[in-house]
C-alpha cells in the first residue's frame, strides 16, 4: 500500500506567512515605474516559495521515495529512492541550533536525509521502523511544531499590521 505524507501544515505555512509579511509592502512602497516589476516580481516568489515546499514523502511495502518539484530540482533538492531493505541503519547528527537530523544510511554507504516536517510524522515512523526493524523512539521532528506555529502567527500579525498601516 502507498501512502503520501506531504510537508506539514505548519511549516508550509509558516514559511509561505513569512515571505508574504516580508514582500507584501514592496509594491505598495516601489515608484511608479517599478509598480508593475514589483508585483509580477512578488507573485513569482510566491509561486515560488508555495512550489519549493510542496515535497512529499511516499513509503509502499518496497521503498521510501522523496519526491520534491521541478523547480525544486532546479534549485538543487534531489529526488531519491531507497529500498527498505538497503537500509542499514538511521544515524543522527547534531545541528547548530542543539536538535538532530537523521539520515538514513544504505548498505552501499549512501546517505538520504530523513524527511522530519512532514504530516503524520508518528504514523511515518511506524512505518520506517516495521519495514527496517530499526529503533524510532528517539526520532521526533527537526524543531517543535510550536516554533512553527508561534512563526505563522507573528507572520500574519505582522501582515495585519502593514495593511492596517497601508489603509490609514
Do not use: C
Not at 1 to 15: D, Q
Not at 39 to 53: A, P, Q, S
Not at 60 to 65: A, D, G, L, R, V
Amino acid at each position: 500500500m502507498i501512502e503520501k505524507y506531504k510537508t506539514h501544515f505548519f511549516v508550509k505555512s509558516s514559511l509561505i506567512s513569512l515571505y508574504l509579511a516580508l514582500t507584501i509592502p514592496i509594491p505598495f512602497i516601489s515608484l511608479n515605474k517599478f509598480k508593475f516589476p514589483s508585483i509580477f516580481l512578488f507573485v513569482l516568489g510566491l509561486y515560488l516559495i508555495i512550489n519549493i515546499t510542496s515535497d512529499y514523502v511516499e513509503t509502499s511495502n518496497n521503498k521510501i521515495t522523496y519526491k520534491s518539484t521541478f523547480i525544486a530540482k532546479f534549485l538543487g533538492k534531489k529526488n531519491w529512492e531507497i529500498s527498505w531493505k538497503d537500509i542499514k541503519l538511521i544515524k543522527s547528527l547534531p545541528t547548530s541550533q542543539g536538535s538532530k537530523v537523521y539520515y538514513f544510511n544504505t548498505v552501499q554507504g549512501d546517505n538520504f536525509l530523513l524527511p522530519q516536517r512532514v504530516e503524520n510524522f508518528e504514523k511515518f515512523l511506524v512505518i520506517v521502523s516495521e519495514n527496517t526493524g530499526i529503533d524510532i523512539s528517539d526520532i521526533s521532528y527537526i524543531s517543535p511544531l510550536w516554533t512553527y506555529k508561534l512563526l505563522t502567527f507573528l507572520s500574519v500579525l505582522m501582515v495585519v499590521g502593514e495593511l492596517f498601516a497601508f489603509l490609514n
